[in-house]
């Protein structure tokens, strides 16, 4: 079966496009946050001891990094969940292009991984906002973790895929790719 997938090579569609300029955005957010001296006036900065989570001000070396390490492992298990929960429920039970109208699971069994989910979803954000709000490092255990899982989930789906040589221009290489989606010129010296 051959997808189309010019949609995914106008500039304003492009994976790639739209995660360069992200890029490029949030750089000119966090200049402007240095620039107004938002980085030195908070304790958000910092790395270590004393830290307050939920109320809570912690001045223990050993309970503060077994949070960090509680923090990584808890948003491993998060990703995981979301990479397979998520996909599965919007492709397999809500979506009416579905082939496979047959469930995986009894109706009820459904509903229920689908409530757990959601249920799940809610408590994981308390915890995720609570980490977020108390300090970067915090924010770094979950980039870490992000990063991971993210890429072994993935690559179990990247692995068995082949990559379209039928479709052009789609280019992996980011300065053609800018070049031709007419975000920068190119002049040859």
């Not at 200049?31 to 958000?44: D, H, P, V």
């Not at 989930?153 to 040589?165: A, D, G, L, P």
Request: net charge positive; charged share 10%; proline share 3%.
């Amino acid at each position: 079966m051959i997808y189309n997938n010019n949609f995914f090579n106008s500039r304003t569609t492009s994976p790639l496009v739209s995660i360069c300029n992200a890029y490029i955005y949030m750089t000119v957010v966090v200049g402007l946050l240095a620039s107004m001296g938002l980085y030195e006036k908070s304790n958000f900065f910092t790395w270590g001891t004393p830290v307050t989570f939920m109320n809570i001000t912690i001045t223990d070396n050993t309970k503060y990094y077994s949070m960090l390490t509680l923090f990584f492992l808890h948003k491993l298990v998060n990703n995981w969940v979301k990479y397979v929960v998520y996909p599965w429920i919007i492709n397999c039970v809500q979506d009416p292009k579905s082939n496979n109208e047959t469930l995986i699971y009894s109706k009820k069994m459904t509903l229920l991984i689908i409530n757990m989910y959601t249920l799940y979803t809610e408590l994981d954000m308390v915890l995720i906002v609570s980490g977020i709000i108390s300090q970067g490092s915090f924010v770094v255990m979950i980039v870490l973790a992000n990063l991971i899982s993210t890429n072994i989930i993935n690559w179990n789906y990247i692995k068995s895929r082949n990559i379209c040589s039928t479709i052009e221009p789609y280019n992996y290489n980011i300065r053609e790719t800018l070049i031709r989606e007419g975000f920068v010129s190119y002049s040859p010296q």
